[in-house]
């Protein structure tokens, strides 16, 4: 069975299933930049895939994305397995076994991704995505930067999230996970 690298990997073809529940890892402060609607613009070095995108503000064809955010690290490297578990927010993270994990901060939609093309655009966009020019994941010439269009937020609160609910967290593509009940 040959290996596959999910930090990677953009080929899975899973988006567009239906009852698929997906979302995105993110560092701390960010998540919550932009669950707030501070970060209006995501960046991340590859396009959001286009089953994940909404393109319609009808409440039904809203394609949600659950927030998962992950402790404050280094610039570019991720300290998350490829599996982990999902904490809902009522959970005690002293209850939890020593591990890596995501907690479940809300949902947004994103209405488009783009294909920053030079450093004076990306850097214009700087009070959206709040990348800083000096940031590890600030412009660099020899990669690529894509902008995700933050479209409707909303930051879970205590009494939303049930405390007996568990999930893991499978990476498909890079930050992207599929969201699966424990």
């Known amino acids: 069975m040959q290996h596959v690298n999910n930090h990677v990997q953009d080929s899975w073809q899973g988006w567009a299933e239906a009852g698929r529940k997906f979302g995105l890892e993110m560092q701390c402060p960010y998540a919550e930049h932009l669950i707030s609607g501070r970060k209006t613009i995501e960046t991340r070095g590859y396009a959001l895939p286009t089953h994940l995108l909404t393109r319609s503000s009808d409440d039904s064809e809203q394609v ?4 998962l955010e992950s402790e404050a690290g280094k610039d570019g490297v991720s300290s998350i397995p490829d599996h982990v ?3 809902t927010g009522n959970e005690s993270i002293d209850d ?3 591990g890596p994990f995501l ?3 809300g949902w947004c939609t994103f209405i488009g991704s783009f294909k920053y093309t030079s450093r004076e655009q990306f850097e214009a966009d700087e009070c959206k995505h709040l990348v800083q020019p000096t940031s590890g994941y600030g412009w660099d010439d020899k990669r690529p ?4 269009v933050v479209g409707t937020c909303k930051q879970y609160i205590d009494s939303e999230s049930s405390g007996d609910e568990k999930y893991l967290a499978q990476r498909r593509m890079r930050s992207l996970f599929e969201i699966q009940n424990k």
């Open 103 to 105: 907690l479940r901060k």
């Open 145 to 148: 930067i894509y902008g995700w």
């Open 96 to 98: 939890q076994s020593s």
């Open 85 to 87: 578990v999902v904490l």
């Open 64 to 67: 949600r994305i659950e927030i």
